[in-house]
């Protein structure tokens, strides 16, 4: 296996899984996928398990938010097995009810 550079010449190593090219050291990549990463709670069952962020590299513990890179990371399988969970959007508030008094 080759080792390959980012193609920014910032002399770094390249990273990935191979679902993307590998082109980009993590910063480059970060820098120009993360308009795709999305945002989830982790909620691991077991503790001491954490889920990798794509954008900080950062172990994230049960209890935090993580962003992944949907196309280099099995989401549906981090779903399923319980180790993470939308985050769910806040319900909109019902307006207040007024009390209209009759003159």
């Known amino acids: ?9 910032d002399g770094r190593i390249a990273i990935g899984t191979g679902i993307r090219p590998i082109r ?3 910063p480059c990549h970060v820098e ?3 308009g795709e990463f999305m945002q989830f709670n982790v909620v691991a069952p077991y503790p001491d398990v954490a889920v990798a962020c794509a954008k900080t590299g950062e172990d994230i ?7 992944l890179d949907p196309v280099e990371t099995n989401i ?4 399923y097995g319980g180790f993470i969970a939308p985050i769910e959007e806040p319900a ?11 003159a």
Not at 61 to 67: A, I, Q, S
Not at 93 to 98: D, F, M, Q, R, W
């Open 76 to 79: 549906a399988a981090l779903v």
């Open 32 to 34: 120009t996928y993360s």
């Open 92 to 102: 909109a508030k019902a307006p207040k009810a007024t009390r209209t008094t009759e």
């Open 24 to 26: 980009f050291c993590r």
């Open 61 to 67: 513990e049960r209890g935090g938010t993580v962003w």
């Open 1 to 9: 296996m080759e080792i390959k550079f980012c193609e920014n010449d």
